[in-house]
């Protein structure tokens, strides 16, 4: 059985824009890796905004009335919330993330080496804002501040799948060769971070086999694998220190369905879907555990 | 740099109790692998049970009056749902996947080779419960019924730390080799399924790395990566089709930190604790957006 193997490709620092591409192809090839055939090539979105030039100074941002009361409120920087507004389709919510790492309900200091650290970053950013941008959810729309100079800011690109195409067509031009590519985001929940692809081309997003007969022949409730989520979170074992300067992975040997498709045009969620479905739960929840139950739920969460 | 490699580990078909860590050495080394220090060794949550005889006939289960009552009003058989109940501390949602699909809401037939499959399977669990049990949210508790013969249900066992030591231990024994264990079980979302560690032993299951200095010395928000939730994912990718027999995946080459520590030894989550939580979150966002624009979104959902 082939074994799955999983390398980092490490870039030099991306100063501005740049054949990302190339750069790929280069720095793989320095490190003794040839692309080949059915690789896939994960890049973190982060590397794609640089590459893009998609960067901003919160210094030249002229926060709005609402991003002023969203920020005093919220404890945060009124700029960065005018950049988290205008990226957004929609606010779903705010998380009180220092709050809860203060009462320990998530012990954040036990995820880290130096409290004060902690102190500092939860000072800077004591709410995250939980929000939906092109039909995803993501938190603080995806802007990102690490590993950028004092005051930038990096903004993921619109049309993931489209720049996912972009450098697939053209890593195909440099080398001959057919790869998936799959660019990737983390996302940092409560308890530890996840990395999730944001777009994709050249894999089928998710495995087709839901009902698939089991070995007993039944009808099988899954098969639904999130083939390019579950590529992200593979790659990401390999980049998780950013001292590392890993912001490429190839997985190769992998046996995956290869489409001409992007995550997108698979996987389809928008705010009125989204909506109605937490609509039909709530509903539902109501109807199966008796109206008693459900205030009694929502009398302990309000 | 160090490639991380996955290799699929081929069991027999696990019939009942077993020595599973005797197992899992056996077919490894029939495979051509063995077994090396500081390899992670991950295994589905299902195929421990079978080990443990963690299996239920459903035909041997009589309901309680509110299991058959819940299950008249979800659509579901009242035996499983009394199992269900059996198995949660809690049920937070019921979640009627069954009208989900079939308003297209998310489109499961496109996930799917065969509509008919799809057509039985959502016929046989219409609903799927949300719960919290020892700590977690699971789905349906964790029970599971495919490939198993029909009528039969496989239960996840409680203390899974401890199983995963056991087998740590075990495989020491077996071949003076360290390595770290992991208990991976598949959680089906809306949009796809991913797999989650459950329980683990050996390896400290969240990067200590909240608030590091990043390259330009600011305190980096994130740097938690949930490294045992990636690598049951990575091993989805070798584990995703049944038919395959994968029900266990060597990962190789990953630099871990490793502890005298299960997962719930660092990743502490209580009912009251996630009570607590989604009441800020809540409160926060009503004190962020303002009291109208939470009142408009309630009024959407519900």
Known sequence: MKPITIYGVKLPIIEGRCDLAE???????????EIEDGDIIVITCKIVSKALGLLVRLDEVKPSRRAVRMASRAGCDPRFVELVLRESDDIVAAIPVKRIADEKLIDLYAYSKNPENVRRCLEKYPTLFLVIRDGSLWTDAGLDSSNHPPGVISIPPRDLDGVAKAIRDRIRELTGKDVAVVISDT????????????????????ERGFGEPDLYGKPKFGGVDAIVHEICSAAALMMRQTARGIPVVIVRGLDYERCECGYRDKVKMSSEGWARILRYI??????????????????EFI
């Open 282 to 299: 709530i509903k539902e929840t109501g109807k199966v555990l008796g109206l008693k139950n459900l205030l009694r739920m929502l009398l």
């Open 23 to 33: 750069v790929i192809v280069d720095s793989a090839r320095r490190q003794g890796l």
């Open 187 to 206: 996302e940092v929940f409560l308890t530890g971070s996840l990395d999730f692809a944001r777009g994709s081309y050249g894999i089928e997003p998710v």
